[in-house]
């Protein structure tokens, strides 16, 4: 090539690059999933000060902007950053600090890994997390003499899967203050031929809870950034956290305003006085990265510690309809504060008895069509004469998917079979508003969104149990689940203009996946992986 051609080769190149926009990132080479209104999948996006530009095709994008940042996904599909629309944040990251008892098959097994689990954490209360007598033989709940006699002078404290009931032992109830059953609204401490069995349900609960001393600021801190490192591994941006204390919101907030906590949260403080005047005063709290604007109030207990508040006695303990965790006059209170400060209400409500009480008592607040997005959290259970409450004051059923395929080995045996049919019917609540938001309820169940794809798609267990499904006819679409992880969770947040789909001006929050999840085989949705999590187009995760 002659000088002089090359020359103009060169300044034409270099026009060329100076007429592009300048972005930070640039995705190509992508199965872009949008989650826009028409579900378009596009191959690129262009991101700029942490929000998507634009998006089309690899030339449109690719000519129109140049970034240092160009991300190749090399066919793989992407996603909206996956929302979970009901867990326990800080909750699941104290849990990483405790003994993990989950998945254990007999009360022998829980006394050996805490032997294991006290050797290395010597001082303090001892806690563990994540028992469940349904997954052992022997199905009916311990008692606390072995722990006591291996654990005389520590508290132990340990709470079953459900986070409604707890084992403790003598040195616990001493710690406490409490030396025999006392009777309670909405609680229960079971005993034998008179004595304390240790075990404790739902309001019984906090009575020793509450005598274990709170987090210092460096374990706080450890809590909520070593939660953050398994959600962004997970291909998760956003948590809502239901039921915190406002002290748990200030301490958020200032981890943020430090750079230390990217997650972005939807608080729901707790049903409590403090945390009503806290936000009454200060107003609701809204930032890129925090959101406080709603109540969580619980109704009831959980089906499988049989706290659950039902119509009609358990199948399997004809003496047992669970209960009301509070009188319905202290719900009715409620209800009339939260709606006359202009906040969300969040209710928890899994026995179909809950769900009607709580269900009537919105439908009188909110006078119909509204678009208030009070939820019901769970809503496991419900007569199928009150489907329509739902729809008739725009309630929204906010439901975790896994909650089904944990359930379906002995939910039968709770409820009956007729019963069961309104329980776990997501199909059935969709319908009530058009759109549904889906989480996990962690560290209930597992944090990985992918597990919530696949229950609430699938509707079995990871052998494919039961043949076919556990009453498929409640299953999800694939576009559904995936609505319900990303736009409709981010609506249910009052957070679908700014989140949820990847579009023009959104956040770019985003995951890249190994295979295409609306096109998986059942099999491979759960050998999926999480190839890397951005968060405002920056990687906040990369598999290794």
Known sequence: MKPILYTLFIAVVFASCSQKEQADVIVYNAKVYTVNNQFDTVEAFAVKDGKILELGSNKAIQSKFSAKNEVNADGKSVYPGFIDAHAHFFGYGQSLQAADLRDTKSWKEILQRLIEFAKTHPGGWLIGNGWDQNDWENKAFPTNEELSKLFPNRPVFLNRVDGHAAIVNQKAFIEAGITKAQKL????????????TGVLIDNAVALVESKIPAPDAKLAEKILTDAQTNCFAAGLTTIDDCGLPYQTVDLIQKLQQENKLKMRLYVMLADAPQNYDYLFKRGAIKTDRLNVRSFKVYADGALGSRGACLLHPYSDLPAKTGFLLSDQKHFEEVAEKIASHGFQMCTHAIGDSANRVMLKIYNKILKGKNDKRWRIEHAQIVNPNDFNLFGSASIIPSVQPTHATSDMYWATQRLGATRLKGAYAYRQLLKQNG???????????????????YAATVRADAKGFPKGGFQVENALTAEE?????????????????EKGSLEKGKLADFVILDQDLLKSSPQNILKTKVLKTYLNGEKVYEAK
């Not at 689940?481 to 203009?497: D, P, R, S, V």
């Open 435 to 453: 759109w549904i938001p889906l989480g996990t309820d962690f560290p209930v169940e597992n944090i990985n969104p992918l597990l919530t794809f």
């Open 481 to 497: 689940a995936l609505k319900g992880m990303t736009i409709w969770a981010a609506k249910a947040n009052f957070e679908e203009q």
């Open 185 to 196: 609204t909405g609680g229960d401490m079971l005993t034998e031929n008179g004595k304390l």
